[in-house]
């Protein structure tokens, strides 16, 4: 006879004739999954999974990880976003950005508690609206859902995008036709010494493939020396692009360029959804979370990360307006001299940016994995199964990632638009209205205000923010071409 596996210990299942439904299926106190009767318990793989092991992370190595999968790409269209707002606008809307993405990440932590169960935004979500009743709970859920997938999903394919501009900017050619180049009005990369002439989607496979290895991990905790790594990159980059920007302040006899207000709304609103994305990575924080060894230090993680965050954009973003003034391209790196320093900038991009896919392409994968196996992502066993269809699931998102790149290939509209639509939601107004939701009962009116507040300045920034970057995407459509 087969071996008979062990029957977990239930302390509060509810057994269910055939239902798949997540909420009923396993137990929530210890996470055991009981399916069929203990005496048909037989599997052909009843290997055990080396991923069910006790959380891991310490609260350095989460802030770590909030800084390697926020911070790169963000970064690097700041100084784009500061020439649309100028100067004035540029400083308060970073202050305030800043402080409502460290008030909605501690809002979030708050609400999760000390429940172990909770490890993603759409859980949290069914559980703080939970006593409305299984009808609403499960509305707000998938509501949320559907805007947790758009934006990871969207920010994979920023990451691709981003990769394939530091790819051509390593090895693309540059055109030496001033005819093709003035009707790009999309900032291509390329390479004085460059060795390859490839369309750009081509660069895209190329990078596609470049960020194939790194879908296949499944835990954040088995990866720290790998956020370090993104960490550490992304300093170096910003580093250097300090450096560029001192020796352009040189060129102009350190006279930089005073825009104190821009008159343009669409490039005002296009410049607060760039920052807004710079800050955008609430998504992903309850599943940083539930990996921590001590999840009531996670508010020392939000301090830290966010002030390392506030410190680099504030430097890298006025530092690259104030040195190359409105025309100063996003991402940044499209305006520096083709020498040896920037094939040196661009490959650590690469590694970085691949780091942040990583994370970003984990947390997806995990989300759709709970919602269409849900039982066996909690079983301790079917440790080949679960990789076998988690490098399915991750496949098809890089191929995604890789279509609507080919199908929308502006990086900064590509970024506006997805910020808008998801960032806005997810870091601005959904936890401020879950916090709302919880306590209610108990707030003070201000409290209550200053978050009703909150709600609406993110649901105004959502629509406004999808027009602009709809906008932009329109015109360039009807007046740029792409090389071939």
């Known amino acids: ?44 793989d009843d290997e055990y999974d080396p991923l069910k092991q006790p959380k891991e992370n310490s609260w350095l190595l989460t802030a770590a990880i909030i800084i390697a999968n926020v911070v790169g790409v963000g970064i690097l269209g700041l100084p784009k976003a500061f020439s649309q707002l100028g100067w004035v606008l540029s400083i308060c809307i970073l202050v305030v950005v800043a402080l409502v993405s460290t008030y909605s990440s501690l809002i979030l932590a708050w609400l999760r508690g000390a429940s172990k169960h909770i490890t993603t935004y759409p859980g949290l979500t069914a559980y703080v609206t939970e006593y409305k009743g299984e009808k609403w709970s499960k509305t707000y859920k998938r ?25 051509e900017q390593i090895f693309q050619t540059c055109s030496a036709d001033p005819d093709q180049q003035s009707s790009i009005c999309e ?10 002439d490839f369309p750009d989607t081509l660069w895209l496979l190329i990078a596609a493939v ?10 954040l905790a088995h990866a720290g020396w790998l956020y370090a790594v993104g960490v550490l990159t992304i300093l170096i980059v910003s580093v250097i692009i300090i450096y560029r920007c001192g020796l352009q302040f040189h060129k102009n006899s350190w006279h930089p360029t005073f825009e104190i207000v821009n008159d343009s709304f669409v490039d005002i609103i296009n410049g607060i959804v760039t920052i ?26 939000v301090y830290v990360s966010q002030s390392v965050m506030f410190l680099c954009y504030a430097v890298i973003g006025f530092v690259g307006f104030g ?3 409105v025309d100063v391209p996003s991402p940044i790196t499209l305006a520096f001299p083709r020498d040896h320093l920037n094939i040196v900038t661009n490959v650590l991009l690469c590694i970085h940016v691949a780091v942040a896919y990583c994370i970003s ?12 196996w849900p039982r066996l992502y909690m079983s301790d066993f079917h440790s080949k199964k679960k990789a076998l269809r988690w490098g399915f699931v991750a496949t098809l998102v890089l191929l995604l990632s890789f279509t609507i790149s080919v199908i929308i290939p502006y990086f900064q509209d590509i970024m506006n638009l997805y910020s808008a639509v998801s960032i806005f939601s997810l ?43 709809l906008d932009d995407v329109v015109k360039k459509v009807k007046d740029c071409k792409l090389r071939a």
Not at 9 to 26: F, G, I, Q, T, V
Not at 187 to 196: I, K, L, M, S, T
């Open 276 to 301: 807004v994305f710079a800050f955008g990575g609430h998504s992903v924080l309850l599943d940083i979370v539930s990996e921590m060894k001590d999840a009531q230090s996670f508010p020392k993680s």
């Open 187 to 196: 900032p291509q990369g390329c390479n004085d010494h460059g060795v390859a």
């Open 210 to 219: 470049c960020a194939f290895p790194f879908v296949h991990f499944r835990r």
């Open 361 to 372: 392409s984990t947390v997806f994968v995990k989300n759709l994995f709970k919602l269409l």
């Open 427 to 469: 870091s601005i107004w959904v936890p401020p209205f879950l916090f709302i939701e919880a306590r209610k009962h108990t707030m003070t009116i201000s409290l209550l205000l200053f978050n009703v507040l909150l709600v609406l300045i993110g649901l105004s920034g959502m629509g406004l923010g999808v027009w602009a970057a």
């Open 1 to 44: 006879m087969p071996k008979k596996r062990e029957v977990f210990e239930l302390k509060e299942a509810r057994l269910l004739d055939n239902n798949l439904d997540e909420s009923n299926d396993y137990d929530r106190l210890s996470g055991s999954v009981f399916y069929g009767d203990d005496e048909e318990w037989f599997e052909d």
């Open 143 to 167: 509501i949320v859902q559907a805007i947790l997938f758009a934006y990871l999903q969207g920010i994979c394919t920023v990451y691709l995008s981003t990769m394939k501009l530091s790819l």
């Open 323 to 325: 040195a190359y003034g």
